[in-house]
């Protein structure tokens, strides 16, 4: 490379001004590198750029965030590994100022096999108010339909952090028992 440098192999040209030699910002590329003006490159691959493996070498753009233990060597405990499979379904209830919503989501899947809510079109021509104590009665006994519909009876429900289990979530909860769906609470 040395001698094509010295011997002025590289295309690139530059000239002398004012008692000083001025280099035009360039690529340097070997002249041998050009083949009938084309310049020689790497295969591309199909997407236009060259593929990168992970970090393991096996497979490239396949990116899963996973959360990383800080200890790899926990144990994690038969319940933990098969409560996902042992109780399928999960409650979700969303409370807000303006309305109310609740689902029913498969875990493993994580679809919604029921949903039912306050600005859904059937349930918000019956209510005055889409946000009181009847409207989560209301919501509470449309998801339970539904959820029969799809031949779903039972369901665990976990309060968020920042819910407490009364009032609203309580009336919600309470109403989908009462029509026919079984509800395991877990209170923290």
């Known amino acids: 490379m040395l001698k094509n440098v010295v011997g002025g192999g590289f295309v690139c040209k ?3 001004a004012g008692g000083r030699y001025l280099r035009p910002p360039c690529l340097y590329v070997p002249a041998s590198y050009f083949r009938s003006w084309q310049p020689h490159s790497a295969p591309r691959s199909f997407f236009g750029v060259e593929d990168y493996l992970d970090d393991d070498n096996s497979r490239p753009y396949t990116y899963q965030k996973e959360k990383k233990s800080k200890n790899p060597h926990k144990h994690i405990s038969f319940k933990q590994r098969t409560v996902a499979f042992m109780e399928p379904f999960t409650l979700d209830i969303f409370i807000s100022k303006r309305f109310v919503q609740a689902s029913i989501t498969h875990r493993v899947t994580s679809k919604q096999v029921a949903v039912a809510g306050t600005n859904s079109k059937d349930i918000k021509a019956a ?5 009181d104590i009847p409207a989560c009665l ?3 006994r449309f998801l339970a339909e539904r959820a029969r ?3 779903v009876y039972t369901a665990s429900y976990t309060p968020r952090e920042r819910d407490k289990f009364e009032g609203k979530i309580r009336a919600v ?6 029509n026919g769906i079984d509800i395991k609470v877990y209170l923290d």
């Not at 209510?127 to 946000?131: G, Y």
């Not at 909860?173 to 009462?178: G, M």
């Open 138 to 140: 209301a919501v509470g």
């Open 149 to 151: 519909e799809a031949d």
């Open 14 to 16: 530059g000239g002398y």
């Open 127 to 131: 209510l005055p108010s889409r946000c």
């Open 173 to 178: 909860v309470q109403s989908i028992i009462d």
